[in-house]
């Protein structure tokens, strides 16, 4: 560039002196000055032409034209408002959707944790043989550790059990969720501590494991968030331990823990087959795919079962990788998402094309006069496209707005009690691939729009449209193509309306499941009691005896109870296998199962759960009375469904043949988990002074205000025993809204991507016909002038909107019924079935596509035949 | 179209005017106005070129690396731009001399295909 100005700097000095030496020649040779100098000039030609040809030498030709298609385009862009502000906000709101969307999927599907090689990462737990869909991944310990030495499909294998303690070192006892782990975990996933060290394999043992690695959050607000932490005493359920390494902020394995520490098994517990009490994650080795792991893994399984006939019998390990393991429950809904998104970015697009192919038939004799006066086809192609491509532009810089707005808000929403354990959560926001994602996406767009155009609306006969004294023309095929566009839009809204309706659809059913309980009267929190202190049943059965008496007796709360896994807690709850008495003992793998939930007496009433027949528990169900049960109401459907299932017997498997039988004493109504869970999941309820456990959780049924009474509880619980650390203190209500944020979420989503389709196709329509109706001006004149009347052109405009929506609904309402039983069983537990979803769209459409063509038709009836003849 | 008419007509042209001026500048650097006059004088005033198309060329052939440009002083004591022949330009007038000895031999032969070849 710096040499084409010095080169070009001097020509024009190089050429005055050029014509000043010739004259001075033809001076010599006898001219008179005045003579000698226009010959001078004669000679030398057109200095302006000479001039020009050299810059032009110099210069990057396709650059100036470029600028100057882009001048063009802005100033086109600012004569038509109209159409710049519909095209642009059309298309922002297309690629911002996309973007939001794209970002969300970016951090929670793509970047979930900043693991090295996450795609070689597999859990490996064992399988029981119960028929329950979601096992918690556990395996034996010795049998872990037989399959990390054995097995040569792990580079290596680590092991860990989460777990809550109770820090002691201050003067509140809190609870503090950890995990122990082994010595190669940090290793394994490969993640550096950000301060200190991780565990050495010596610190495996018992007695020399008292030393822990915190995380980032825990870091900062116990320890000060200095670097004198390292080195530092905490204490940990009564035991000191030294606080070696801090964790990055980032890293959230197997969720976002407080602390780690090592996991030191007893010699009697590494030798243990018989329980499946730890987790285990492993790196697959370089070339042994997951399938194959999994093959090696079901043929060690038999060797196991063959040496220890006992514990290994019905067993079989496997595994997952960990990404698929994270995409079970958001694919679906991510996927939904982005489908949705896709297909209002594709309605932009067909209006978007309609609008163009409308102006650039308003275009034609332009383009015919550019191509007479020389412009090749590929100059006007290039001319388009950029023209496209800048306002795609403006649109793609205006969604990067959207989209950045969309993500606050998406980040908002939900609590970070509940994000917090979605990995990859905090990771959602609007980054570098994002950002190349919309403005490629809009240049995509652009280019492919003005090519577009430029093919339908620029194949122009010269001579016929510079003739031509109106508008531009309309051939057959264009209008064709236009009405196909019609009906395509037509197609994708309603499929994204009837998408729309079944999930705010599925959300709002979903909040009435749990408005059942009425939880904005209950409160709830968690006691945590000491494991070492609390070892023996009937110490934790009067504790929560206790409690419950003194809080039920708190003036203005109605009941309380305790409960193992509270509704709505995202948590699965246990399942337990078991076996019915008078049936002949079913063949392992075939045992049935059903969830298992520890509740007091007054559960039920609490969360007012109804009691169907028989009764509930009372107090008298306690560790001197028959072992007694309750069941749910699909479990009663489902094991007894000719039968009273009340006065049967069941044992729970998983206590050995030595258990007792359990008498049910009554049905009580089905309760819906979690969102992900189907309602009519089968549940077994056991008393609590029955069947006592650590961890239950407190709820609290007060007349208003519920959570006005954490501090008397506190006051309560401290009395009872000081040594109880509170956890999970939040009101009932709250704990449902975190809980189906998510479908929340997705729910208004998807009804923003409905409102857009419904309006990007109402656009659509009132565009194509408006359109026709004006090209149709002269044909509706010549028909009023022979007598036709308004009716009858209204007649006339109404039908062919009405066919264009009949084609584009004929093909929707069975894809949309396709969609909706897709979704059903991909997005189980929020959608099911619904006609009448489908039907009520497919009305709103058709109502739409009428309101549409209301304008045209009213412009068409008002047409003067005089002036319509003179029109052209 | 128009457009690509002339670029024909320029391309026909180039290869000549290019020739000439490479031809000339073997003889030493020199100006503008000196080269035009060289090849007129030269020719016997036969070849009367359009001076002005004289600086496209010129451009062309320092873009193509052939000629180069410095500052000098002309022979009336201005401050002047001199062009000179470079290696490359060197080794293409070689080559265009022969392509070109080889064309009008050609064209000869074909225009007067009694006679033994042509002369130039």
Request: contains cysteine; proline residues 4%.
């Amino acid at each position: 560039m710096r040499r084409r100005t010095r080169m070009l700097q001097d020509l024009d000095r190089d050429i005055r002196d050029h014509i000043e030496k010739e004259t001075q020649d033809n001076i010599e040779r006898g001219m008179p000055a005045e003579e000698a100098r226009y010959a001078a000039l004669r000679k030398f030609g057109n200095v302006t032409r000479v001039t020009e040809d050299t810059r032009d030498l110099w210069s990057f030709v396709w650059i100036e034209q470029l600028i100057q298609d882009v001048r063009f385009g802005l100033r086109m862009l600012r004569k038509s408002p109209g159409f710049t502000a519909i095209a642009v906000s059309t298309l922002a709101l297309g690629i911002g959707a996309n973007t939001a969307i794209f970002s969300m999927v970016n951090a929670l599907l793509l970047h979930p944790y900043s693991f090295r090689n996450l795609d070689r990462m597999v859990l490996v737990w064992q399988d029981s043989g119960s028929d329950a869909a979601l096992d918690n991944r556990y395996i034996a310990p010795a049998d872990a550790a037989d399959i990390a030495t054995y097995t040569r499909i792990f580079d290596s294998m680590a092991t860990y059990r989460c777990h809550n303690f109770a820090l002691t070192s201050t003067a509140d006892v809190q609870p503090v969720n950890g995990c122990g782990v082994s010595a190669n975990f940090f290793e394994l996933l490969g993640v550096a501590p950000a301060l200190g060290r991780t565990f050495a394999p010596s610190e495996q043992q018992a007695g020399l494991d008292s030393v822990a690695v915190v995380g980032y959050g825990f870091w900062q607000r116990q320890l000060g968030g200095d670097q004198s932490a390292i080195g530092k005493s905490i204490q940990l359920n009564g035991h000191a331990y030294t606080v070696v390494g801090i964790m990055p902020a980032d890293f959230n394995f197997p969720v976002p823990m407080q602390l780690w520490v090592p996991l030191a098994l007893a010699p009697a517990e590494r030798a243990n087959r018989a329980q499946l009490s730890i987790q285990a994650i492993a790196r697959l080795k370089d070339g042994v795919s997951a399938d194959q792991a999994r093959a090696a893994l079901t043929g060690f399984s038999t060797r196991l079962t063959a040496m220890y006939p006992t514990s290994n019998t019905g067993r079989r390990a496997t595994l997952i990788e960990l990404r698929r393991e994270l995409y079970q429950y958001t694919l679906p809904l991510f996927s939904l998402l982005q489908i949705a998104a896709g297909l209002v970015l594709l309605l932009a697009c067909a209006n978007l094309a309609n609008l163009l192919f409308a102006l650039m038939v308003g275009r034609q004799k332009q383009i015919a006069m550019r191509a007479a006066l020389g412009a090749s086809r590929r100059r006007l192609a290039q001319h388009f496209v950029s023209e496209t491509i800048v306002f795609s532009l403006i649109a793609g810089i205006a969604a990067v707005f959207v989209s950045l707005w969309t993500v606050k808000l998406l980040r908002t929403s939900i609590s970070p009690d509940w994000t917090k354990w979605v990995p990859g959560w905090s990771g959602i926001r609007v980054d570098a691939s994002v950002l190349v994602f919309t403005i490629g996406l809009a240049v995509i767009v652009g280019a492919f729009f003005g090519l577009a155009a430029l093919y339908h609306a620029g194949r122009v006969d010269l001579n016929q449209t510079l003739k031509e004294g109106g508008p531009g023309s309309m051939t057959r095929s264009r209008v064709r193509l236009r009405s196909a566009l019609v009906v395509v839009q037509v197609m994708f809204a309603l499929v994204l309306l009837v998408c729309a309706g079944l999930t705010s659809q599925g959300f709002q059913r979903l909040a009435n499941v749990y408005a059942g309980f009425q939880p904005e009267t209950v409160m709830k929190l968690e006691p945590v009691l000491p494991a070492n202190s609390y070892a023996d049943a009937s110490k934790i059965a009067l504790f929560y005896r206790q409690l419950l008496q003194q809080t039920s007796s708190l003036p203005g709360v109605t009941a309380a109870a305790v409960v193992d896994n509270p509704p709505a807690s995202n948590v699965d709850s246990d399942t337990a296998s078991f076996v019915i008495e008078g049936l002949a003992p079913p063949t392992r793998g075939e045992t049935p199962s059903a969830d298992l939930q520890i509740a007091s007496s007054d559960y039920f009433r609490t969360l007012r759960i109804g009691v169907l027949s028989g009764r509930a528990f009372s107090d008298a169900d306690n560790a001197g009375t028959p072992l007694v049960a309750l069941v749910s109401r699909s479990m009663a459907a489902k094991f007894w469904p000719h039968a009273d299932p009340i006065g049967q017997h069941i044992r729970l498997t998983e206590s050995g043949a030595a258990a007792s039988w359990l008498t049910i004493v009554g049905v009580v109504d089905d309760v819906r988990q979690n969102w992900w869970d189907t309602l009519t999941q089968p549940t077994i309820y056991q008393p609590m002074l029955q069947a006592p456990e650590r961890g239950l959780a407190l709820l609290l049924r007060a007349n208003a205000n519920p959570v006005g009474y954490v501090s008397s509880v506190r006051a309560i619980i401290r009395q009872l025993d000081s040594t109880v650390a509170i956890a999970g203190v939040s009101s009932f209500d709250h704990q449902v809204n975190d809980s189906i944020g998510i479908v929340r979420i997705m729910g208004t989503l998807m009804g923003v991507f409905g409102a857009l389709a419904l309006a990007l196709s109402g656009v659509g329509v009132y565009g194509v016909l408006a359109e026709s109706v004006a090209q149709r001006t002269r044909e509706i004149g010549i028909r009023v002038a022979l007598g036709a009347r308004p009716a009858d052109v209204r007649r006339l405009v109404l039908w062919n909107a009405m066919k264009l929506t009949g084609i584009g609904l004929a093909i929707a309402v069975p894809v949309s019924l396709g969609v909706n039983k897709a979704m059903a069983s991909l997005v189980f537990g929020i959608v099911s079935m619904d006609f009448g979803v489908v039907a009520a769209f497919t009305a709103v459409l058709l109502l739409v596509a009428v309101a549409a063509c209301y304008i045209p038709a009213r412009r068409a009836m008002r047409v003067d035949p005089i002036v319509a003849l003179r029109y052209e | 179209m128009s457009t690509k008419d002339r670029k024909e007509r320029i391309e026909l042209l180039q290869g000549t005017l290019d020739l000439l001026i490479l031809r000339t500048l073997l003889l030493g650097p020199t100006h503008g106005h000196a080269i035009a006059r060289a090849i007129e004088v030269n020719s016997d005033d036969v070849l009367q070129i359009e001076q002005g198309s004289l600086y496209p060329a010129l451009h062309r052939l320092i873009k193509r690396g052939w000629i180069a440009v410095e500052e000098g002083t002309s022979e009336n004591n201005r401050r002047a731009k001199f062009y000179r022949l470079t290696f490359r330009g060197r080794r293409q007038l070689a080559i265009e001399t022969s392509k070109w000895d080889r064309l009008a031999g050609a064209i000869a032969r074909i225009l007067r295909p009694a006679e033994q070849g042509g002369e130039l």
